[in-house]
T-cell receptor, first 115, second 114 residues
Framework: GAGVSQSPSNKVTEKGKDVELRCDPI?????LYWYRQSLGQGLEFLIY????????KSGLPSDRFSAERTGGSVSTLTIQRTQQEDSAVYLC?????????????FGSGTRLTVV | AQSVTQLDSHVSVSEGTPVLLRCNYS??????LFWYVQHPNKGLQLLLK??????LVKGINGFEAEFKKSETSFHLTKPSAHMSDAAEYFC????????????FGTGTQLKVEL
């Protein structure tokens, strides 16, 4: 597609439930990033995928968070046993291998509300 | 380790007056620096980027930023604010040694008044 697509755009879930957030990067972009933007905060790095390399998970806040990227394309961020502090906008970005520090494209995000 | 500090959480200007959004960075590497803008309920949009070429970087919508190594600053400016500039602005540094992860500042909310 022309841009990075994220779904759903909004998700309301009950505390304790699991949620899955999806990111469809730009075709051909080998690098994919997940960030979280909490109310009144900047963006917090969560996880990074580059090609077939092992992902950099150093930003995941707890073991309730996990992500996978299938076939080097679509990525799913899963949050288990959601807590109210997980409420945030989750943003996905992709970048081409030749893009270097250029060409990060962000999706519009998924707004997660845990009630 | 790398970090950015946005010195003002809120800036308010009158339409037609200059805009200055301040950013200081810290990086162990020769940094790549960016400014992103986020309008309400919209995605992040790249305004401009510095990647060790010219120190004065021109971006979209009349914005520009100057990289000053001696001051470790990358302030964003615009000569004349427009109502449509009201948004949140993020200063961002990239870590070339860590997968080009972006580290975001906490953002500056720009308000433009008539």
């Amino acid at each position: 597609g022309a841009g990075v697509s994220q779904s759903p755009s909004n998700k309301v879930t009950e505390k304790g439930k699991d949620v899955e957030l999806r990111c469809d990067p730009i075709s051909g972009h080998t690098a994919l990033y997940w960030y979280r933007q909490s109310l009144g905060q900047g963006l917090e790095f969560l996880i990074y995928f580059q090609g077939n390399s092992a992902p950099d998970k150093s930003g995941l806040p707890s073991d309730r968070f996990s992500a996978e990227r299938t076939g080097g394309s679509v990525s799913t961020l899963t949050i288990q046993r959601t807590q109210q502090e997980d409420s945030a906008v989750y943003l996905c970005a992709s970048r081409s291998a030749t893009g270097g520090n250029y060409g990060y494209t962000f999706g519009s995000g998924t707004r997660l509300t845990v009630v | 380790a790398q970090s950015v500090t946005q010195l003002d959480s809120h800036v308010s200007v009158s339409e037609g007056t200059p805009v200055l959004l301040r950013c200081n960075y810290s990086s162990s590497y020769s940094p790549s620096l960016f400014w992103y803008v986020q309008h309400p309920n919209k995605g992040l949009q790249l305004l401009l980027k510095y990647t060790s070429a010219a120190t004065l970087v021109k971006g979209i919508n009349g914005f520009e930023a100057e990289f000053k190594k001696s001051e470790t600053s990358f302030h964003l400016t615009k000569p004349s604010a427009h109502m449509s500039d009201a948004a949140e602005y993020f200063c961002v540094v990239s870590d070339p040694g860590g997968g080009n992860k972006l580290t975001f500042g906490t953002g500056t909310q720009l308000k433009v008044e008539l």
